[in-house]
């Protein structure tokens, strides 16, 4: 059986394109430099290769575009990429994100306030808040996940990561962490999506409606936890 895919987006930074990417300057002076580097320590110096944020206290982004626009009907949508935060003090704060936009008008201007449709990624500040972040964007209010995706203390290392996130057709979900799971399930069960049924104000209750509760037996609560 074969499989069929579609790529939007790839590379591997053996070499850094800088017809292909193009760093933001939204923030003026405060933004920092990227440098294309293997960091301080690798296996093999050369597929080892990423870009690299290189001042501390800057804002830091970049932006490429996609091959073509990506959808998510009738197929499923995968992305995944790898971190390292290889120089990470004890009191290291940052975020290690991606972001699917619709448009980007002026990739110089990329930065936080920049409407976008999908943020995933690692979001690390010392040892309070460790995270993986999952956030929709829905008629233009970013939704934010209900529980956080915790990370354990072993996944804030200084040694590289994978994230994934698949998002199915059918509206589930699943997050991996160095393809081993760490959550899923639906998103309109997960995130705050308006409900998919949509109450009829033609309908009403019948008059001989009876609002008493009843017990017509035992009944047994469930309590469902992350998997």
């Not at 120089?87 to 976008?116: H, N, Q, V």
């Not at 999908?118 to 956030?135: A, E, K, Q, T």
Request: charged share 30%; aromatic share 12%; glycine share 8%.
């Amino acid at each position: 059986m074969s499989a069929h895919a579609t790529t939007y987006f790839e590379d591997n930074f053996n070499t850094y394109d800088k017809k292909k990417w193009t760093p933001s300057t939204y923030k003026g002076k405060d933004m920092g430099e990227w440098v294309h580097t293997a960091g301080d320590w690798y296996g093999d110096e050369t597929i080892s290769k990423g870009l690299m944020t290189s001042e501390d206290m800057r804002w830091h982004a970049i932006s490429a575009p996609l091959s073509k626009a990506a959808s998510t009907v009738n197929k499923k949508l995968v992305i995944q990429f790898s971190v390292k935060n290889e120089r990470k003090e004890y009191a290291f704060c940052g975020g290690g994100y991606i972001k699917l936009l619709s448009e980007l008008k002026d990739p110089k201007s990329f930065g936080g306030e920049s409407p976008y449709a999908i943020m995933f990624g690692p979001d690390l500040c010392g040892y309070d808040v460790s995270r993986i972040h999952l956030i929709f964007n829905h008629k233009g209010e970013n939704l934010l996940k209900e529980e956080d995706i915790k990370l354990d203390y072993d996944d804030k290392n200084e040694f590289t990561h994978l994230y994934t996130m698949v998002l199915e057709a059918d509206g589930t979900y699943e997050v991996f962490l160095d393809q081993k799971s760490k959550i899923k399930g639906a998103i309109s069960d997960d995130w705050a999506f308006p409900s998919k049924e949509i109450k009829d104000p033609k309908e009403s209750k019948p008059k001989d409606w009876v609002d008493e509760k009843k017990n017509s037996g035992p009944c047994r609560r469930e309590a469902r936890g992350l998997r």
